[in-house]
């Protein structure tokens, strides 16, 4: 089944839900709500909540997999000339750091826990040596 069939197969449940709640929603007399309801009429009812847990689904799915589509950004180390949206990654003081939310340039991570969220913390910066050499 494709995405426009199931669309569609939605729609379709959708507008059968919509019938009968308004039927539902109708003045009944004493006697009629006494009586028990029918199998077609339960049936409906269980296939109009389904159709409404499935919508609800279908839109959630999506917006997890958008947000599984931008992934994690890292921009290498932090630039203080530039700004930073909500979810980039860099790296400052031998630690990596999550961006909150857009980061205006100048704001350096660990200096405003509402912009930034510490991911790993680092022991110490690194110190980087010639080919061959030892670090002292």
Known sequence: ?????????????????????AGLNAAYSPEELRRPLSTRCVHALIAATTAATAAKLKALAARIAAIEEGGIRYLGNYQRASFYNKGDTVTHSGSLWVALKTVAEGTAPGS?????????????????TTTGSTPA
Not at 1 to 21: F, G, N, V, Y
């Open 1 to 21: 089944m494709t995405d426009k069939d199931e669309d569609q197969e939605l729609a379709m449940i959708a507008a059968r839900a919509a019938e009968i709640k």
């Open 112 to 128: 405003d826990p509402a912009c930034w969220q510490l991911a790993s913390k680092g022991d110490r910066p690194v110190k980087r």
